[in-house]
């Protein structure tokens, strides 16, 4: 049930800023789309749209691949 | 002969065929490869230039290099954690690839390497940040990525 407070609409950022690319190469902000294991969180936390998501997913693939994000980890953020 | 025997209207346009040139479509790449930690400054220029002249050799045009130094790798590679990361974006056809990653298998100094094709959005992106315009929206909007 939806506590009264906790009606803050949730919206896909890229959508809401218009950015139309997710680069791998930016751990920082990848960040924000993992939990502090270092999994990828899913899109109903995040508000983010299908699309994005997918390629959120693909970019944190790749900067894990390139050891910029753990696969695992403990006390990410 | 009557016109019934023949199976289909007979093509008029059949011609001998012929061999048009094989034009490869010139496409943006990006390849961000980890050269090993154990080398001194002096080898691992030598390590990247070997592979811009890979590029050069293969007529690609080289946009930029960039080099993001010794970074702490999230995980051991190899046993080891710390790497160089340099990062190639050049523009070529699409054999270019293969020649390229073939040559950074066979050198034991990269330890990671990863080439992706860049499409409009993503040249766009890295045009932006290049020229320094990053900063700028990242003030006026909270969650804008952020430039190296």
């Known amino acids: ?77 | 002969m009557p016109e019934s025997q023949y199976l289909c209207a007979p093509n008029q346009f059949f011609s001998p065929p012929t061999f048009t040139p094989i034009v490869m479509e010139v496409r943006n790449y990006e390849t961000v490869f980890i050269v090993t930690p154990v080398l001194n400054e002096s080898q691992v220029q030598e390590t990247v230039e070997k592979f811009t002249q890979v590029l050069k050799e293969n007529s690609a045009a080289l946009l930029s290099t960039e080099a993001w130094g010794l970074r702490k790798l999230a995980y051991p590679i190899q046993k080891k954690t710390t790497g160089y990361y340099y990062c190639l974006s050049f523009t070529g056809e699409g054999n270019i690839v293969d020649v390229l990653e073939l040559a950074f298998r066979r050198d034991e100094r990269i330890i990671r390497f990863l080439t992706t094709v860049l499409d409009k959005h993503a040249v766009d992106y890295n045009n932006r940040r290049r020229n320094g315009e990053m900063n700028l929206q990242k003030a006026a909007k909270e969650t804008e990525a952020v430039a190296h």
């Not at chain 1, 609409?9 to 809401?16: G, T």
């Not at chain 1, 999994?39 to 936390?45: D, G, K, Q, Y």
């Not at chain 1, 970019?59 to 994000?69: S, T």
């Open chain 1, 1 to 77: 049930m939806n506590k009264p407070q906790d009606t803050r609409k949730k919206y896909c950022r890229f959508k809401k800023n218009g950015i139309k690319y997710v680069d791998y190469k930016d751990p920082n902000f990848l960040l924000k789309f993992v939990n502090e294991q270092g999994r990828v969180l899913p899109r109903r936390l995040t508000g983010t749209s299908l699309k994005f998501q997918r390629k959120v997913t693909q970019a944190i693939a790749k900067a894990r691949h390139l050891a910029l994000m753990p696969y695992v980890a403990d006390a990410l953020k």
